[in-house]
């Protein structure tokens, strides 16, 4: 599998667990905002697929789960492959994803080789603005979000709150879409990498604490909201 980095513990990334975070190469979106554009690029240094599975089998009685992030890690092809030997060691495994393809996380869920799923949702899911990535790419959000409530297996919702993504009418309709009881995580846009400097600098008024509060309350018409 194309694994782009590992971090070897983490308290934050598992929920109520500590973990080890995979981090596929590679990714179908481009969003100007992200903080992890090594492993957006197809092109970055690779790590050993058998090193990080030899790493997660000394560390078995000390982790509790195994986090899959990326990138995107639902765009590689060998995906369900690599997630089968970790289960092999008998982690429980989380995967982070930005929802674009619904029916490897439909098989993944159904062959219970995730046991938790974190979905980004990045604007209003109805129609993706295309400075986030390739339409063809973008359009099946919205199946992931119905995915993921009609299996009702364990999930959470992510929003990164950023301009010009996230407003309150982005979060109205974020919140209506997810409606239900997973909750919904806001987190802060971190300036310090993106992916497209030009594009961030063109909107440098990004929403703050204030904002985020808001945002808070408006999505707690549907959900649980929280800010991360
Ligand atoms: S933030 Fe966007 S571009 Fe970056 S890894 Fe996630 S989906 Fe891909």
């Given at each position: 599998?194309?694994?782009?980095?590992?971090?070897?513990?983490?308290?934050?990334?598992?929920?109520?667990?500590?973990?080890?975070?995979?981090?596929?190469?590679?990714?179908?979106?481009?969003?100007?905002?992200?903080?992890?554009?090594?492993?957006?690029?197809?092109?970055?240094?690779?790590?050993?697929?058998?090193?990080?599975?030899?790493?997660?089998?000394?560390?078995?009685?000390?982790?509790?789960?195994?986090?899959?992030?990326?990138?995107?890690?639902?765009?590689?092809?060998?995906?369900?492959?690599?997630?089968?030997?970790?289960?092999?060691?008998?982690?429980?495994?989380?995967?982070?994803?930005?929802?674009?393809?619904?029916?490897?996380?439909?098989?993944?869920?159904?062959?219970?080789?995730?046991?938790?799923?974190?979905?980004?949702i990045?604007a209003d899911p109805?129609?993706?603005?295309?400075?986030?990535?390739?339409?063809?790419?973008?359009?099946?959000?919205?199946?992931?979000?119905?995915?993921?409530?009609?299996?009702?297996?364990?999930?959470?919702f992510?929003t990164?709150?950023?301009?010009?993504?996230?407003?309150?009418?982005s979060v109205e309709a974020i919140a209506r879409a997810a409606?239900?009881?997973?909750?919904l995580?806001?987190?802060?846009?971190?300036?310090?990498?993106?992916?497209?400097?030009?594009?961030?600098?063109?909107?440098?008024?990004?929403?703050?604490?204030?904002?985020?509060?808001?945002?808070?309350?408006?999505a707690?018409?549907?959900?649980?909201?929280?800010?991360?």
């Amino acid at each position: 599998m194309r694994v782009g980095g590992l971090n070897k513990v983490s308290t934050l990334d598992y929920p109520k667990g500590v973990s080890a975070v995979v981090f596929t190469q590679g990714c179908n979106f481009f969003c100007p905002y992200c903080h992890n554009p090594d492993l957006v690029r197809p092109f970055g240094t690779l790590m050993d697929e058998d090193g990080v599975l030899e790493f997660l089998k000394t560390r078995v009685k000390l982790l509790d789960g195994v986090v899959i992030s990326g990138g995107e890690p639902t765009v590689v092809a060998d995906l369900p492959e690599f997630i089968l030997k970790v289960k092999g060691f008998g982690y429980k495994v989380k995967l982070d994803t930005n929802g674009s393809r619904p029916e490897t996380i439909k098989d993944l869920l159904e062959r219970h080789l995730v046991d938790y799923v974190a979905l980004d949702i990045k604007a209003d899911p109805r129609a993706y603005p295309p400075e986030l990535g390739p339409p063809e790419e973008t359009e099946r959000v919205m199946e992931t979000i119905n995915l993921l409530k009609r299996l009702g297996r364990p999930h959470e919702f992510r929003t990164t709150a950023a301009a010009p993504f996230v407003n309150d009418d982005s979060v109205e309709a974020i919140a209506r879409a997810a409606t239900g009881d997973a909750p919904l995580y806001l987190q802060k846009f971190k300036p310090q990498t993106v992916f497209t400097p030009g594009f961030m600098a063109n909107h440098p008024d990004q929403p703050g604490p204030e904002d985020l509060y808001r945002f808070r309350d408006i999505a707690r018409h549907h959900l649980p909201a929280f800010i991360r």
